[in-house]
């Protein structure tokens, strides 16, 4: 049995309840409030009151820095997911970026774990063991790890990939709002054997091979025949897409929430969580914007999907964030201000955030493709 150290203190001028109501700084200027937090939102955590933004650096030397990528800067198209760009990865994680233009002549599995599409751009028809399923552009298909797979695309897709390396991929503990909240996993697709899968198994029936990865190496497994020649299946194990069309956002008009109450899966020491359109909060006193705060144990992985981002400037659609544990971070001068003002009454963004427990390796990547100077956009720059 462990229980952590808890001391609830309150010392010198602070709030008393976090994210709202924060107290005049000296001479009425304003204060900046700044959370330490363990296991991700969820542990202690301690809210400290500045005088100054936590970000407001004039200099940054060393390694420990946040990063920001321009993925749609990466062109090349391949066949194969398993030969798209790697992005970020630890022992428990592979995060990709694929571009597709035309349909797969070769099938996919991955025996490393489970799959994760979100779809960036573009729709496909999806063939798999399961049957077939429509995608299209903001869709989340989960393919269990071992499934066969190839699209079809009906015009070019960009994919992020993300891989739960020796794991599953779970739906999150909802808790108090229950199982219906933020989806109802009425709401999850699945494929079917209709007469478009049927037809793909008399149209294609000639020698195919299966790419597999297992432990980063591929082996190639040659039939000849279409091995996706399903005749029917019972069980509950399956493929499944959700769109974020679907999610249906917890709000508080009178708290702003941390981001771990966006969890859409949940996998072996990382989470995906779905920022969505949601109303902005309306009580006077409440923090508008997410709040600064050193995530101490998680690095923190956002994917810009579409949408004015709230909490950052200069980012546009199909950009990503790197902010690694450690890093006091928070929203931009610009967005802090606009919150400040109670301008906005809604958000229209929508982003894919990564949070793993596990410190996140980047690859080498071309050299347009890294905004080097990310490190400065908290001191105000307007052109990235």
Not at 96 to 120: P, T, V
Not at 199 to 205: A, M, N
Request: contains cysteine.
């Amino acid at each position: 049995m462990k229980q952590w150290i808890q001391l609830p203190h309150i010392e010198g001028v602070c709030s008393r309840q976090a994210h709202t109501d924060f107290p005049q700084g000296e001479d009425g200027k304003p204060v900046y409030e700044r959370e330490l937090g363990k296991e991700g939102f969820f542990g202690p955590s301690s809210h400290m009151i500045h005088k100054h933004a936590p970000t407001a650096w004039t200099d940054w030397n060393g390694p420990l820095k946040p990063r920001a990528f321009d993925l749609t800067k990466l062109k090349d198209t391949t066949a194969l997911p398993w030969e798209s760009s790697p992005i970020l990865s630890n022992n428990f994680t592979e995060i990709r970026w694929w571009n597709l233009s035309k349909a797969m002549d070769k099938l996919a599995r991955n025996a490393d774990g489970d799959q994760l599409l979100f779809i960036h751009a573009g729709s496909a028809d999806l063939f798999c063991d399961y049957g077939h399923l429509k995608i299209t552009e903001g869709d989340y298909i989960m393919l269990p790890r071992g499934t066969m797979w190839r699209l079809d695309p009906l015009n070019s897709l960009k994919i992020l990939m993300i891989e739960a390396t020796d794991s599953s991929y779970q739906l999150p503990d909802k808790g108090l709002v229950g199982p219906h909240a933020i989806f109802d996993p009425g709401m999850l697709d699945i494929p079917t054997i209709n007469e478009c899968f049927k037809t793909q198994q008399q149209e294609k029936d000639h020698e195919w091979q299966v790419v597999v990865k297992r432990r980063k190496a591929l082996t190639s497994i040659t039939y000849p025949f279409n091995p996706l020649d399903t005749l029917g299946w019972h069980g509950n194990l399956m493929p499944v897409r959700i769109n974020w069309r679907d999610i249906r956002p917890l709000m508080s008009h009178r708290f702003h929430l941390p981001p771990s109450a966006h969890t859409t899966f949940v996998a072996n020491r990382f989470v995906v969580c779905t920022f969505c359109p949601r109303p902005i909060e309306t009580d006077p006193g409440a923090l508008k914007v997410p709040f600064y705060h050193n995530n101490e144990d998680y690095d923190e992985f956002i994917f810009y999907h579409q949408g004015q981002f709230f909490s950052r400037d200069n980012i546009h659609p199909g950009m990503t964030t790197l902010h690694p544990c450690g890093f006091t971070h928070g929203p931009h001068p610009g967005a802090f201000a606009i919150g400040a003002k109670a301008e906005r009454r809604e958000t229209d963004e929508v982003a894919v955030m990564i949070d793993t427990r596990d410190p996140l390796n980047v690859p080498d990547l071309p050299e347009n493709v890294e905004w080097k100077e990310y490190i400065h956009s908290w001191k105000g720059i307007t052109n990235p």
